[in-house]
């Protein structure tokens, strides 16, 4: 069964989507499987009266096309041109599907700490925010989706020319 039914996002409860041993050295983990894929346009195209789905693939590749630039993070999303983001590909229109991120971080006392995230029972999480101003330090957001995408970018500025495994979070903030 692939992602592609008549469910939005959500892998049902009962199916099996292994995740290994994390490195707590590193700052998250998703699993690397390919098994829950949705085919993008087509995706888009099935849900393309719900609100949550606006904007969804530029953003998308604004946000891809600033992680692969280096674009050092501020709160605000670069937006890129039409023909820039035209030149990020999705191998064969592919995101793939997760039921599960496991986040490490470091709690109040310096101890270290992990959280396992999921869009069903786990999806609100509160992060540092960016902004300039002192009127609240951090941000909240609610987890829709867990992906991962094989890239190919095909910018002048390319250093990459074979695919690149991308992970994000789809959140409503």
């Known amino acids: ?6 469910a939005l996002l959500h892998i049902p409860f009962k199916a099996s989507e292994p995740l290994a ?3 707590p050295t590193s700052h998250y983990h ?3 499987g390919t098994r ?3 085919n993008l346009p087509q995706w888009l195209q ?3 009266n719900d609100p949550a789905l606006d904007n969804f693939l530029p953003w998308l590749k604004d946000h891809l096309l600033s992680r692969i630039l280096g674009h050092q993070y501020d709160g605000d999303e670069t937006e890129f041109s039409s023909a820039k983001r035209a030149q990020v590909l999705f191998v064969n229109d592919r995101i793939f599907q997760h039921k599960v991120i496991r986040v490490n971080y470091t709690m109040y ?3 270290r700490s992990q959280d396992s995230l999921n869009p069903c029972t786990h999806a609100d999480v509160m992060v540092l925010g960016h902004e300039d101003d002192d009127t609240h330090p951090y941000w909240y957001a ?3 989706g867990i992906f991962h995408a094989n890239i190919i970018y095909r910018g002048s500025d390319a250093t990459l ?3 690149q495994q991308m992970n994000f979070l789809w959140v409503w903030c």
């Open 161 to 163: 020319v074979e695919p």
């Open 142 to 144: 609610r987890i829709l």
């Open 36 to 38: 829950y894929h949705l």
């Open 1 to 6: 069964m692939t992602a592609d039914h008549d």
């Open 109 to 111: 006392d310096l101890r």
């Open 30 to 32: 998703i699993s690397n």
């Open 46 to 48: 099935k849900h393309g």
């Open 21 to 23: 041993y994390s490195d």
